[in-house]
């Protein structure tokens, strides 16, 4: 293990407090059910963070932010897709390349960063679940504050989800964290914990959160809780409760629905919070989006430090996702999802296209050919493609897993799904020890012998 001078270990506990302590609170924009407008970030004491409906809103606002900055928009999302087969690292950094190679270190940069941005998100959930049910505010209806108090839960819910499926078991926090030593000795949940803990998390969210009364996908609501709902029971193999959520969602064709054409949901740039997305995070001038610098060539003002690969830009272009990929001038790949100028690109958590695809695997998981094959043609009408000439179960399966794989190209989908489908053999990955990524080596150092290493680094 990597050895730290003393000095070193006091100035990373400060570095971890900071990181961990309350929110910065943000301006409040009124009216929960709004499209977000975030305006710079003005540090508060604690002792004022939540203390009425104003302050409440503020904070479950700073969450998602938090979230937004330090978690998806950035680094996260290559965890999801550098390990798949589909996207190539064009830098030199090896800190990236390790997450292509299958042979990340845990004392990689960018591990420690994704790990610290996650619990500095649980950590403003927590502040809300714990702070919000207390408040008294006479302007503060019973429906507000359980609608914000729900959304606490979703938000840990999905950084607990997200920790397993990276991780494995890692150690739950539920309460705030106000020093520097509080949470050092937390040791880690089993695999099975973390999991029963983000279901929960989401099963209060589900008896908190208010239905959609309106199109506002960057904010939690029921459906929202039902359709990360959908995703857990889909990576538990529950086909059942995978496909009985999944249902409840696509219900709702109201405010959620594939959009025609293909391009229509992120195209043109005035495609912000459609009825494809389930969940996204916004970004604005002042916060903007860090993936979008990654994927662009320097044509376009970006450094195309990952792009796609041949191979799947040309399995794009014929499955008429071809609004994906471009060239350069000299013929190079690059990803356009990300594409605005300034960066204002949303990051996308659920799209409804998920959704079909979750009840489209859970229902030939079960036999209902019938129904898999009508949500899986579903998406292909939706890219301008035929039906799928499957008809076998195995074959029907395969081909959801072959639309996975073009629908969720540039999105986190790839190596998780391969992980959790049996398949990572595919990409050279044999050894199971390889399936979760190492604990970081500061978290190790700072636990006092409370975290261990995952087996194999």
């Known amino acids: 293990m990597q050895r730290f001078h003393p000095?070193?270990?006091?100035l990373r506990s400060l570095i971890r407090v900071l990181r961990y302590l309350p929110l910065l609170a943000l301006p409040v924009v009124s009216g929960c059910k709004k499209f977000l407008t975030v305006l710079p970030v003005t540090d508060v004491s604690d002792a004022v963070t939540i203390v009425d409906a104003t302050s409440s809103e503020t904070a479950v606002r700073g969450v998602y932010r938090t979230m937004a900055e330090n978690y998806y928009g950035g680094l996260y999302e290559t965890f999801g897709y550098l390990g798949g087969d589909d996207i190539v690292w064009t830098g030199s950094q090896s800190v990236i390349q390790q997450f292509i190679s299958h042979t990340v270190a845990a004392d990689n940069d960018n591990l420690e960063s994704v790990w610290s941005g996650i619990?500095?998100?649980i950590n403003g959930a927590n502040q809300v679940i714990a702070k919000v049910p207390l408040v008294v505010d006479p302007t503060f209806t019973a429906g507000q504050q359980n609608q914000l108090t729900g959304e606490g839960y979703f938000l840990r819910a999905l950084c607990y989800f997200d920790l397993a499926r990276c991780w494995g078991g890692v150690p739950i926090t539920l309460v705030p964290t106000t020093s520097a030593t509080q949470k050092t000795s937390t040791p880690r949940s089993t695999l099975a914990q973390t999991y029963a803990q983000v279901l929960s998390?989401?099963?209060?969210?589900?008896?908190?959160?208010?239905?959609?009364?309106?199109?506002n996908p960057i904010r939690a609501s029921k459906e929202v809780a039902w359709a990360l709902k959908a995703r857990y029971y889909l990576?538990?193999?529950?086909w059942a409760n995978a496909e009985a959520y999944a249902s409840e969602v696509l219900a709702d064709n109201t405010f959620y629905q594939l959009l025609t054409p293909f391009s229509s949901w992120f195209q043109p740039a005035s495609a912000v919070g459609t009825k494809e997305s389930v969940l996204e995070l916004s970004y604005n001038a002042t916060y903007t989006n860090g993936s979008r610098g990654n994927w662009q060539p320097p044509a376009t003002g970006g450094t195309r430090q990952w792009a796609p690969s041949a191979t799947i830009a040309t399995l794009l272009t014929d499955s008429g996702r071809g609004a994906f990929v471009a060239q350069t001038s000299?013929?190079?790949w690059y990803g356009n999802l990300f594409y605005r100028s300034p960066a204002t690109d949303p990051s996308y958590i659920i799209r409804i296209a998920e959704v079909y695809l979750i009840r489209a695997e859970a229902r030939a998981e079960q036999g209902e050919l019938s129904g898999a094959l009508s949500d899986l043609n579903a998406i292909r009408t939706r890219a301008a493609q035929p039906n799928s000439t499957a008809t076998t179960q195995p074959d029907i399966i395969q081909a959801i897993y072959n639309e996975n794989r073009l629908e969720f190209a540039l999105e986190p989908h790839r190596w998780f799904d391969l992980v959790r489908w049996g398949q990572a053999a595919t990409v050279g990955v044999t050894n199971p020890d390889n399936l979760l990524f190492p604990i970081p080596t500061q978290e190790i150092t700072l636990s006092n012998g409370a975290l261990t290493q995952n087996p194999g680094y």
């Open 201 to 215: 998390d989401l099963n209060k969210a589900d008896s908190l959160l208010l239905k959609d009364t309106v199109q």
């Open 330 to 332: 000299t013929g190079l």
């Open 119 to 121: 619990y500095k998100t």
């Open 235 to 238: 990576y538990q193999q529950d």
């Open 7 to 10: 000095y070193t270990i006091r």
